[in-house]
Protein backbone atom coordinates (compact mmCIF):
# COMPACT_ATOMS: atom_id res chain seq x y z
CA UNK A 1 0.00 0.00 0.00
CA UNK A 2 1.02 3.62 -0.76
CA UNK A 3 1.28 6.22 1.54
CA UNK A 4 -1.19 8.48 0.17
CA UNK A 5 -3.49 4.98 -0.55
CA UNK A 6 -4.04 4.68 3.07
CA UNK A 7 -7.48 5.01 3.70
CA UNK A 8 -9.28 7.93 5.87
CA UNK A 9 -12.81 6.65 6.11
CA UNK A 10 -13.35 7.95 9.93
CA UNK A 11 -15.03 5.21 11.56
CA UNK A 12 -15.72 4.19 15.76
CA UNK A 13 -12.19 4.38 16.35
CA UNK A 14 -10.71 7.17 14.32
CA UNK A 15 -13.10 9.57 15.78
CA UNK A 16 -11.12 8.56 19.16
CA UNK A 17 -7.53 7.87 17.62
CA UNK A 18 -5.97 7.73 14.55
CA UNK A 19 -4.57 4.18 13.34
CA UNK A 20 -0.77 3.71 12.51
CA UNK A 21 -0.02 2.09 9.27
CA UNK A 22 3.01 0.72 7.51
CA UNK A 23 2.75 2.12 3.84
CA UNK A 24 5.72 3.17 1.44
CA UNK A 25 6.72 6.48 0.35
CA UNK A 26 7.54 7.38 -3.62
CA UNK A 27 11.31 5.73 -3.29
CA UNK A 28 9.10 2.49 -2.04
CA UNK A 29 10.06 2.67 1.40
CA UNK A 30 8.84 1.95 3.94
CA UNK A 31 7.28 4.71 6.54
CA UNK A 32 4.32 5.17 8.61
CA UNK A 33 1.38 6.64 7.80
CA UNK A 34 -2.44 7.57 10.45
CA UNK A 35 -5.50 6.34 9.10
CA UNK A 36 -8.71 7.55 10.16
CA UNK A 37 -10.24 4.08 9.53
CA UNK A 38 -11.65 2.37 6.34
CA UNK A 39 -14.69 1.52 5.51
CA UNK A 40 -14.75 -2.01 4.74
CA UNK A 41 -13.56 -2.47 8.33
CA UNK A 42 -16.37 -0.30 9.82
CA UNK A 43 -18.79 -2.11 7.37
CA UNK A 44 -17.73 -5.64 9.13
CA UNK A 45 -18.25 -4.02 12.28
CA UNK A 46 -21.99 -3.05 11.29
CA UNK A 47 -22.69 -6.08 10.08
CA UNK A 48 -21.41 -7.96 13.47
CA UNK A 49 -23.38 -5.55 15.56
CA UNK A 50 -26.33 -5.62 13.60
CA UNK A 51 -26.11 -9.65 14.27
CA UNK A 52 -25.77 -9.02 17.54
CA UNK A 53 -28.77 -6.15 18.16
CA UNK A 54 -31.33 -9.57 16.09
CA UNK A 55 -29.53 -12.32 19.06
CA UNK A 56 -30.58 -9.44 21.89
CA UNK A 57 -34.15 -8.46 20.24
CA UNK A 58 -34.49 -12.42 19.59
CA UNK A 59 -33.76 -13.33 23.42
CA UNK A 60 -35.92 -10.44 24.46
CA UNK A 61 -38.71 -11.71 23.03
CA UNK A 62 -38.04 -15.36 24.26
CA UNK A 63 -37.84 -13.84 27.96
CA UNK A 64 -41.20 -12.33 27.52
CA UNK A 65 -42.88 -15.01 25.96
CA UNK A 66 -41.88 -17.20 28.98
CA UNK A 67 -39.55 -19.40 27.08
CA UNK A 68 -36.21 -17.94 28.70
CA UNK A 69 -35.38 -16.69 31.83
CA UNK A 70 -33.71 -12.66 31.57
CA UNK A 71 -30.32 -14.53 31.61
CA UNK A 72 -30.48 -14.79 28.26
CA UNK A 73 -31.13 -11.41 27.40
CA UNK A 74 -28.16 -9.90 29.56
CA UNK A 75 -25.79 -12.54 28.20
CA UNK A 76 -26.88 -11.79 24.61
CA UNK A 77 -26.50 -8.23 25.46
CA UNK A 78 -23.22 -8.78 27.04
CA UNK A 79 -22.08 -10.70 23.91
CA UNK A 80 -21.42 -13.59 26.24
CA UNK A 81 -22.00 -17.23 25.47
CA UNK A 82 -22.35 -19.63 28.11
CA UNK A 83 -19.15 -20.32 28.03
CA UNK A 84 -17.79 -16.71 29.24
CA UNK A 85 -20.91 -16.41 31.37
CA UNK A 86 -19.50 -19.39 33.33
CA UNK A 87 -15.71 -17.75 33.78
CA UNK A 88 -17.24 -14.69 35.10
CA UNK A 89 -20.10 -16.52 37.23
CA UNK A 90 -18.32 -19.09 38.42
CA UNK A 91 -21.03 -21.20 38.02
CA UNK A 92 -21.01 -24.56 36.06
CA UNK A 93 -21.97 -24.52 32.41
CA UNK A 94 -24.87 -27.10 33.50
CA UNK A 95 -25.93 -24.85 35.99
CA UNK A 96 -26.30 -21.37 33.73
CA UNK A 97 -28.70 -24.10 31.12
CA UNK A 98 -30.79 -24.26 33.92
CA UNK A 99 -30.92 -20.73 35.26
CA UNK A 100 -32.10 -20.22 31.70
CA UNK A 101 -35.31 -21.44 32.34
CA UNK A 102 -38.25 -19.06 33.70
CA UNK A 103 -38.91 -21.93 36.58
CA UNK A 104 -35.58 -22.48 37.51
CA UNK A 105 -34.68 -18.65 37.57
CA UNK A 106 -37.71 -17.66 39.78
CA UNK A 107 -36.57 -19.96 42.72
CA UNK A 108 -32.62 -18.88 42.77
CA UNK A 109 -31.36 -18.14 45.70
CA UNK A 110 -30.32 -14.47 46.27
CA UNK A 111 -26.94 -15.38 46.37
CA UNK A 112 -27.13 -16.39 42.72
CA UNK A 113 -29.21 -14.05 41.68
CA UNK A 114 -26.80 -11.30 43.13
CA UNK A 115 -23.40 -12.60 41.63
CA UNK A 116 -25.51 -12.33 37.56
CA UNK A 117 -26.38 -8.86 38.60
CA UNK A 118 -22.83 -8.28 39.27
CA UNK A 119 -21.28 -10.07 36.23
CA UNK A 120 -24.19 -7.84 33.93
CA UNK A 121 -23.47 -5.23 36.28
CA UNK A 122 -27.19 -4.31 36.74
CA UNK A 123 -28.98 -4.24 40.19
CA UNK A 124 -31.36 -7.40 41.18
CA UNK A 125 -34.10 -5.60 39.81
CA UNK A 126 -33.24 -4.24 36.55
CA UNK A 127 -32.14 -8.37 36.29
CA UNK A 128 -35.47 -9.38 36.93
CA UNK A 129 -37.61 -7.07 35.32
CA UNK A 130 -35.55 -6.57 31.56
CA UNK A 131 -38.61 -3.92 30.46
CA UNK A 132 -37.39 -1.69 33.03
CA UNK A 133 -34.37 -1.82 31.60
CA UNK A 134 -34.96 -0.70 28.23
CA UNK A 135 -33.46 -2.03 24.85
CA UNK B 1 6.48 6.54 38.06
CA UNK B 2 8.36 5.90 35.20
CA UNK B 3 8.95 9.44 34.18
CA UNK B 4 11.20 9.03 31.46
CA UNK B 5 8.59 6.56 29.73
CA UNK B 6 7.98 7.56 26.31
CA UNK B 7 4.75 6.18 24.91
CA UNK B 8 4.92 5.35 21.05
CA UNK B 9 1.60 4.57 18.94
CA UNK B 10 2.20 1.14 17.20
CA UNK B 11 0.34 -1.02 14.58
CA UNK B 12 0.26 -3.81 15.96
CA UNK B 13 0.01 -4.02 20.36
CA UNK B 14 2.48 -6.75 21.29
CA UNK B 15 5.02 -5.49 18.62
CA UNK B 16 4.26 -2.01 20.45
CA UNK B 17 4.25 -2.61 23.55
CA UNK B 18 7.75 -4.67 23.38
CA UNK B 19 8.93 -1.88 21.30
CA UNK B 20 7.86 0.59 24.11
CA UNK B 21 9.61 -1.75 27.01
CA UNK B 22 12.88 -2.11 25.29
CA UNK B 23 13.08 1.78 24.63
CA UNK B 24 12.35 2.73 28.16
CA UNK B 25 15.35 0.06 29.20
CA UNK B 26 17.21 2.10 26.79
CA UNK B 27 17.71 -0.21 23.74
CA UNK B 28 16.79 2.29 21.60
CA UNK B 29 17.51 0.84 17.98
CA UNK B 30 14.69 -2.05 17.95
CA UNK B 31 11.42 -0.31 15.96
CA UNK B 32 8.17 -2.15 15.51
CA UNK B 33 8.91 -3.97 12.52
CA UNK B 34 11.97 -5.35 14.01
CA UNK B 35 10.26 -6.24 17.02
CA UNK B 36 7.49 -8.11 14.63
CA UNK B 37 10.35 -9.83 12.46
CA UNK B 38 12.71 -11.35 15.57
CA UNK B 39 9.56 -12.31 16.66
CA UNK B 40 8.01 -13.88 13.73
CA UNK B 41 4.86 -12.10 13.98
CA UNK B 42 3.57 -13.18 11.17
CA UNK B 43 1.49 -16.42 11.19
CA UNK B 44 -2.20 -18.30 10.14
CA UNK B 45 -4.41 -20.70 11.55
CA UNK B 46 -8.06 -21.64 9.85
CA UNK B 47 -9.44 -24.51 12.26
CA UNK B 48 -12.84 -25.81 10.49
CA UNK B 49 -14.32 -27.67 13.03
CA UNK B 50 -14.11 -24.82 15.83
CA UNK B 51 -16.10 -21.91 16.31
CA UNK B 52 -15.49 -18.41 17.69
CA UNK B 53 -18.45 -16.53 18.49
CA UNK B 54 -20.68 -18.51 16.24
CA UNK B 55 -18.30 -17.72 13.18
CA UNK B 56 -15.05 -19.54 11.56
CA UNK B 57 -12.22 -19.84 14.08
CA UNK B 58 -8.75 -18.19 12.27
CA UNK B 59 -5.84 -16.54 13.56
CA UNK B 60 -3.42 -14.34 12.14
CA UNK B 61 -1.04 -14.13 15.22
CA UNK B 62 0.61 -16.52 17.46
CA UNK B 63 -0.31 -16.71 21.37
CA UNK B 64 -0.33 -13.47 23.08
CA UNK B 65 3.24 -13.03 24.34
CA UNK B 66 5.05 -14.94 22.63
CA UNK B 67 6.74 -11.62 20.11
CA UNK B 68 7.50 -10.50 23.42
CA UNK B 69 9.37 -13.23 24.41
CA UNK B 70 11.16 -14.12 21.76
CA UNK B 71 12.51 -10.79 21.17
CA UNK B 72 13.91 -10.35 24.33
CA UNK B 73 15.32 -14.20 24.49
CA UNK B 74 16.99 -13.23 20.84
CA UNK B 75 18.72 -9.88 22.26
CA UNK B 76 19.71 -11.57 25.48
CA UNK B 77 17.46 -9.73 27.54
CA UNK B 78 16.24 -11.08 30.17
CA UNK B 79 11.95 -11.09 31.05
CA UNK B 80 9.98 -11.93 34.07
CA UNK B 81 6.54 -12.88 33.35
CA UNK B 82 3.93 -13.58 36.05
CA UNK B 83 0.24 -15.08 35.95
CA UNK B 84 -1.60 -14.28 39.48
CA UNK B 85 -5.05 -15.89 41.38
CA UNK B 86 -5.08 -13.34 43.62
CA UNK B 87 -6.59 -9.82 42.26
CA UNK B 88 -4.81 -8.30 45.51
CA UNK B 89 -1.72 -10.04 45.13
CA UNK B 90 -1.83 -8.89 40.98
CA UNK B 91 -2.21 -5.50 42.35
CA UNK B 92 -0.07 -5.46 44.61
CA UNK B 93 3.28 -6.71 42.52
CA UNK B 94 1.96 -4.27 40.26
CA UNK B 95 1.91 -1.13 42.95
CA UNK B 96 5.31 -2.49 43.65
CA UNK B 97 7.13 -2.30 40.62
CA UNK B 98 5.60 0.79 39.62
CA UNK B 99 7.19 2.92 42.89
CA UNK B 100 10.57 1.13 42.18
CA UNK B 101 9.94 3.02 38.75
CA UNK B 102 9.66 0.28 36.44
CA UNK B 103 7.40 0.48 33.53
CA UNK B 104 5.18 -2.85 33.15
CA UNK B 105 3.27 -4.66 30.01
CA UNK B 106 0.15 -6.19 30.76
CA UNK B 107 -2.12 -8.59 29.15
CA UNK B 108 -6.10 -7.10 29.02
CA UNK B 109 -9.08 -8.11 27.81
CA UNK B 110 -10.58 -5.07 25.95
CA UNK B 111 -14.16 -5.92 26.20
CA UNK B 112 -14.36 -3.29 29.96
CA UNK B 113 -11.31 -1.05 28.31
CA UNK B 114 -13.00 2.17 29.13
CA UNK B 115 -11.43 4.30 26.66
CA UNK B 116 -12.22 1.39 23.92
CA UNK B 117 -15.42 3.11 21.61
CA UNK B 118 -18.40 0.89 21.86
CA UNK B 119 -18.20 -0.79 18.49
CA UNK B 120 -14.83 -2.52 19.57
CA UNK B 121 -15.21 -4.01 22.35
CA UNK B 122 -15.65 -8.03 22.32
CA UNK B 123 -14.46 -10.30 24.62
CA UNK B 124 -10.98 -10.50 23.40
CA UNK B 125 -8.58 -11.06 25.91
CA UNK B 126 -5.02 -10.88 23.53
CA UNK B 127 -4.46 -6.83 23.97
CA UNK B 128 -1.44 -5.80 25.61
CA UNK B 129 -0.81 -2.34 27.59
CA UNK B 130 2.02 -1.00 29.41
CA UNK B 131 0.96 0.48 33.19
CA UNK B 132 4.37 3.42 33.62
CA UNK B 133 2.95 4.69 36.87
CA UNK B 134 0.46 6.16 39.18
CA UNK B 135 -0.92 9.78 39.39
CA UNK B 136 -3.74 11.11 41.72
CA UNK B 137 -4.98 7.57 42.03
CA UNK B 138 -4.70 6.54 38.77
CA UNK B 139 -3.23 4.40 36.60
CA UNK B 140 -1.38 5.82 33.47
CA UNK B 141 -1.44 3.63 30.41
CA UNK B 142 0.35 3.35 27.65
CA UNK B 143 -2.28 1.64 25.00
CA UNK B 144 -0.07 1.38 21.58
CA UNK B 145 -3.31 1.75 19.96
CA UNK B 146 -3.74 5.10 20.84
CA UNK B 147 -2.54 8.15 20.22
CA UNK B 148 -1.90 9.46 23.45
CA UNK B 149 -1.44 8.01 26.64
CA UNK B 150 -4.35 7.48 28.85
CA UNK B 151 -5.76 6.63 33.03
CA UNK B 152 -7.49 3.61 34.50
CA UNK B 153 -8.50 3.74 38.08
CA UNK B 154 -7.79 0.45 40.34
CA UNK B 155 -11.08 -1.31 39.51
CA UNK B 156 -11.14 -0.61 35.96
CA UNK B 157 -7.38 -2.14 35.07
CA UNK B 158 -8.39 -4.76 37.97
CA UNK B 159 -11.12 -5.66 35.45
CA UNK B 160 -9.34 -5.81 32.11
CA UNK B 161 -6.73 -7.79 34.01
CA UNK B 162 -8.95 -10.29 35.13
CA UNK B 163 -11.43 -10.45 32.26
CA UNK B 164 -12.61 -13.80 31.86
CA UNK B 165 -13.14 -16.17 28.74
CA UNK B 166 -10.27 -17.86 26.00
CA UNK B 167 -7.07 -17.03 26.50
CA UNK B 168 -7.88 -15.32 30.26
CA UNK B 169 -5.04 -12.94 30.77
CA UNK B 170 -5.39 -13.85 34.83
CA UNK B 171 -3.37 -10.81 35.37
CA UNK B 172 -0.70 -11.23 33.67
CA UNK B 173 2.45 -8.94 34.09
CA UNK B 174 5.38 -9.29 31.74
CA UNK B 175 8.89 -6.62 31.91
CA UNK B 176 12.37 -6.70 30.82
CA UNK B 177 15.64 -6.43 33.55
CA UNK B 178 18.00 -4.40 32.87
CA UNK B 179 20.59 -5.13 30.42
CA UNK B 180 23.73 -4.30 28.49
CA UNK B 181 23.49 -2.80 25.79
CA UNK B 182 22.60 -5.08 22.78
CA UNK B 183 25.05 -4.87 20.09
CA UNK B 184 24.77 -5.39 16.00
CA UNK B 185 25.80 -8.36 15.74
CA UNK B 186 23.20 -9.56 18.57
CA UNK B 187 20.41 -7.85 16.08
CA UNK B 188 21.79 -9.50 13.44
CA UNK B 189 21.42 -12.91 14.95
CA UNK B 190 18.09 -12.07 16.29
CA UNK B 191 16.71 -10.67 12.74
CA UNK B 192 18.17 -14.25 10.61
CA UNK B 193 16.96 -16.48 13.93
CA UNK B 194 13.45 -14.67 13.46
CA UNK B 195 13.42 -14.93 9.30
CA UNK B 196 13.94 -18.71 10.38
CA UNK B 197 10.90 -19.36 12.46
CA UNK B 198 8.75 -17.37 10.68
CA UNK B 199 9.73 -19.51 7.12
CA UNK B 200 8.45 -22.48 9.44
CA UNK B 201 5.32 -21.05 10.61
CA UNK B 202 4.33 -20.67 6.99
CA UNK B 203 6.16 -23.27 5.17
CA UNK B 204 6.75 -25.82 7.51
CA UNK B 205 3.72 -26.81 9.93
CA UNK B 206 2.43 -30.20 9.02
CA UNK B 207 -1.22 -30.73 8.25
CA UNK B 208 -3.67 -28.48 5.84
CA UNK B 209 -4.59 -25.43 8.64
CA UNK B 210 -1.78 -23.55 8.74
CA UNK B 211 0.57 -21.29 7.36
CA UNK B 212 0.26 -20.31 3.52
CA UNK B 213 -1.38 -24.02 3.21
CA UNK B 214 -4.58 -23.28 5.53
CA UNK B 215 -4.90 -19.66 3.39
CA UNK B 216 -5.29 -21.76 0.51
CA UNK B 217 -7.48 -23.68 2.85
CA UNK B 218 -9.69 -21.92 3.61
CA UNK B 219 -9.98 -20.06 0.25
CA UNK B 220 -11.12 -23.44 -0.50
CA UNK B 221 -13.69 -24.00 2.26
CA UNK B 222 -15.30 -19.78 1.33
CA UNK B 223 -16.30 -21.25 -1.79
CA UNK B 224 -18.62 -23.35 -0.24
CA UNK B 225 -19.97 -21.46 2.33
CA UNK B 226 -22.46 -19.75 0.17
CA UNK B 227 -24.62 -23.03 -0.88
CA UNK B 228 -23.66 -24.55 2.91
CA UNK B 229 -24.48 -21.22 4.69
CA UNK B 230 -26.91 -19.45 3.02
CA UNK B 231 -26.38 -16.05 2.27
CA UNK B 232 -26.55 -14.12 5.53
CA UNK B 233 -24.60 -16.58 7.70
CA UNK B 234 -22.05 -16.90 4.88
CA UNK B 235 -21.97 -13.26 5.11
CA UNK B 236 -21.72 -13.06 8.64
CA UNK B 237 -18.87 -15.14 7.95
CA UNK B 238 -17.15 -13.15 6.01
CA UNK B 239 -17.46 -9.93 7.97
CA UNK B 240 -15.62 -12.11 10.87
CA UNK B 241 -12.24 -13.14 8.30
CA UNK B 242 -12.57 -9.62 7.82
CA UNK B 243 -12.91 -8.52 11.26
CA UNK B 244 -10.23 -11.02 12.59
CA UNK B 245 -8.27 -10.05 9.04
CA UNK B 246 -7.99 -5.98 9.51
CA UNK B 247 -8.74 -5.32 12.77
CA UNK B 248 -6.78 -2.49 14.87
CA UNK B 249 -3.36 -3.25 12.90
CA UNK B 250 -3.79 -7.37 12.98
CA UNK B 251 -4.11 -9.65 10.69
CA UNK B 252 -3.73 -9.73 6.35
CA UNK B 253 -2.60 -6.51 5.02
CA UNK B 254 -1.33 -4.61 7.73
CA UNK B 255 0.77 -7.72 9.02
CA UNK B 256 1.97 -7.89 5.52
CA UNK B 257 3.33 -4.42 5.14
CA UNK B 258 4.83 -4.86 8.64
CA UNK B 259 6.48 -7.23 7.55
CA UNK B 260 7.99 -5.86 4.57
CA UNK B 261 9.33 -2.96 6.65
CA UNK B 262 10.96 -5.21 8.85
CA UNK B 263 12.72 -7.01 5.34
CA UNK B 264 13.57 -3.51 4.37
CA UNK B 265 15.28 -2.64 8.09
CA UNK B 266 16.87 -6.03 8.01
CA UNK B 267 18.53 -4.65 4.76
CA UNK B 268 19.97 -1.96 6.58
CA UNK B 269 21.94 -4.39 8.65
CA UNK B 270 22.55 -6.92 6.21
CA UNK B 271 22.55 -4.67 2.29
CA UNK B 272 21.68 -8.03 0.86
CA UNK B 273 19.78 -6.32 -2.19
CA UNK B 274 17.23 -10.01 -1.88
CA UNK B 275 16.27 -8.05 0.86
CA UNK B 276 14.36 -5.10 -0.53
CA UNK B 277 13.03 -6.90 -3.49
CA UNK B 278 11.31 -9.50 -0.65
CA UNK B 279 9.61 -6.70 0.54
CA UNK B 280 7.90 -6.02 -2.39
CA UNK B 281 6.58 -9.01 -2.52
CA UNK B 282 4.93 -8.90 1.12
CA UNK B 283 3.78 -5.66 0.12
CA UNK B 284 2.30 -7.30 -3.20
CA UNK B 285 0.64 -10.07 -0.85
CA UNK B 286 -0.58 -6.85 1.36
CA UNK B 287 -1.86 -5.80 -1.21
CA UNK B 288 -4.22 -8.63 -2.36
CA UNK B 289 -5.36 -9.33 1.47
CA UNK B 290 -6.79 -5.85 1.29
CA UNK B 291 -8.25 -6.36 -2.22
CA UNK B 292 -9.77 -9.88 -0.86
CA UNK B 293 -10.97 -7.62 2.23
CA UNK B 294 -12.86 -5.36 -0.56
CA UNK B 295 -14.57 -8.57 -2.07
CA UNK B 296 -15.31 -9.43 0.90
CA UNK B 297 -16.91 -6.71 2.16
CA UNK B 298 -19.45 -6.62 -0.90
CA UNK B 299 -20.46 -9.74 -0.08
CA UNK B 300 -21.74 -9.17 3.60
CA UNK B 301 -22.99 -5.56 2.12
CA UNK B 302 -24.79 -7.25 -0.16
CA UNK B 303 -23.45 -5.50 -3.21
CA UNK B 304 -22.22 -8.73 -4.38
CA UNK B 305 -23.81 -12.45 -3.63
CA UNK B 306 -23.61 -14.66 -6.56
CA UNK B 307 -21.66 -17.70 -6.43
CA UNK B 308 -18.63 -16.53 -8.73
CA UNK B 309 -18.38 -13.49 -6.33
CA UNK B 310 -17.58 -16.34 -3.52
CA UNK B 311 -14.99 -17.79 -6.18
CA UNK B 312 -13.50 -15.07 -6.59
CA UNK B 313 -13.03 -14.11 -3.17
CA UNK B 314 -11.34 -17.84 -2.43
CA UNK B 315 -9.37 -17.32 -5.36
CA UNK B 316 -7.90 -14.12 -4.19
CA UNK B 317 -6.60 -16.19 -1.15
CA UNK B 318 -5.47 -19.12 -3.00
CA UNK B 319 -3.26 -16.53 -4.87
CA UNK B 320 -2.02 -15.05 -1.80
CA UNK B 321 -1.48 -18.54 -0.55
CA UNK B 322 1.27 -18.92 -3.90
CA UNK B 323 2.41 -15.42 -3.62
CA UNK B 324 3.33 -15.70 0.21
CA UNK B 325 4.69 -19.30 -0.46
CA UNK B 326 7.30 -18.37 -2.63
CA UNK B 327 8.05 -15.18 -0.88
CA UNK B 328 9.13 -17.15 2.11
CA UNK B 329 10.93 -20.28 -0.04
CA UNK B 330 12.92 -17.15 -1.47
CA UNK B 331 13.32 -15.92 1.96
CA UNK B 332 14.61 -18.92 3.66
CA UNK B 333 17.09 -19.37 0.88
CA UNK B 334 18.36 -15.91 1.34
CA UNK B 335 18.67 -16.20 5.07
CA UNK B 336 20.92 -18.78 4.84
CA UNK B 337 23.23 -16.40 2.92
CA UNK B 338 22.77 -13.45 5.90
CA UNK B 339 25.56 -13.14 8.15
Not at chain 1, 46 to 61: L, M, P, R, S
Not at chain 2, 162 to 186: D, M, N, S
Not at chain 2, 224 to 235: F, I, V, Y
Amino acid sequence: MKKDEVPQDLGALGKLTKEVCYATDEQGKYTTALSNGWEVKTNALDVTWENIQHKVEAAKAKVLNNEASPILFFMEKNIMDINILSSYTGFFKWQIKRHLKPAVFNKLSPKKINKYAEVFNVTVDELKSMEAYGQ
Amino acid sequence: MASNFHHAQSAHCESGVTRNLLQNIGVKQITEPLVFGMGAGLFFIYIPLLKISGGPALAFRSVPGIIFKRTCHSLGIKIIRKKFSSKEKAKEELDKKLSEGMAIGCQVGVYYLPYFPKEYRFHFNAHNIVVFGKEDGKYLISDPIMEYPTTMTDYELERVRFAKGALAPRGQIYYTLATEPVTEERIKRAIIKGIKLNVFHMLKIPGAFAGVKGIAFLGKRIKNWRDKLGTEKAGLYLAQVVRMQEEIGTGGGGFRYMYGAFLQEAYNYFQHDELMKLSEEFTKAGDLWRTAAVQASGIYKGRLGSQQDYNIMGDYLAEISVIEKLAFTKLAAVNKQLK
